[in-house]
């Protein structure tokens, strides 16, 4: 594997095992907020966003693509793979994103309220997606 690949590898599980409540977070003992067929998550939970290295851009929640979530705070993990695009989501209170140039792993804190939001790659914008937030 590549130095790349490991460490999105690595980026993925830090993220898959956050959003199972693993993983030694100094947070509170809570039980991991649940994930509705739909989608829903509680707030608190972790979205994973995905770009690259194709022409493909997507963001999930617990492995199931977002088509909508409740309104709170979510930590936004962005694996972007490809320096031929970002990663760009915007919103009622929230306009973040990667720089076109970088790749690897970046998360950001973004506090979601009712409205809807998109997501795409600024360079290539047939590369977009949105989802509800309720």
């Given at each position: 594997m590549t130095r790349r690949h490991l460490a999105s590898t690595a980026v993925l599980l830090a993220a898959a095992l956050a959003a199972a409540g693993c993983g030694g977070s100094k947070k509170s003992s809570a039980p991991p907020p649940t994930t509705t067929s739909?989608?829903?998550?509680?707030?608190?939970?972790?979205?994973?966003?995905?770009?690259?290295?194709?022409?493909?851009?997507?963001l999930t929640d617990g492995g199931q693509q977002v088509k909508s979530l409740s309104a709170g705070t979510y930590t936004l993990n962005v694996d972007d793979k490809a320096d031929i695009h970002n990663f760009h989501l915007s919103g009622p209170g929230v306009d973040v994103k990667t720089d076109v140039s970088f790749t690897g792993a970046k998360s950001f804190t973004i506090k979601l309220q009712a409205g809807t939001y998109s997501f795409v790659c600024d360079i290539h914008p047939s590369m977009k997606g949105s989802f509800s937030v309720s």
């Amino acid at each position: 594997m590549t130095r790349r690949h490991l460490a999105s590898t690595a980026v993925l599980l830090a993220a898959a095992l956050a959003a199972a409540g693993c993983g030694g977070s100094k947070k509170s003992s809570a039980p991991p907020p649940t994930t509705t067929s739909t989608g829903s998550s509680a707030s608190g939970t972790a979205l994973a966003g995905s770009v690259g290295p194709g022409y493909v851009i997507s963001l999930t929640d617990g492995g199931q693509q977002v088509k909508s979530l409740s309104a709170g705070t979510y930590t936004l993990n962005v694996d972007d793979k490809a320096d031929i695009h970002n990663f760009h989501l915007s919103g009622p209170g929230v306009d973040v994103k990667t720089d076109v140039s970088f790749t690897g792993a970046k998360s950001f804190t973004i506090k979601l309220q009712a409205g809807t939001y998109s997501f795409v790659c600024d360079i290539h914008p047939s590369m977009k997606g949105s989802f509800s937030v309720s």
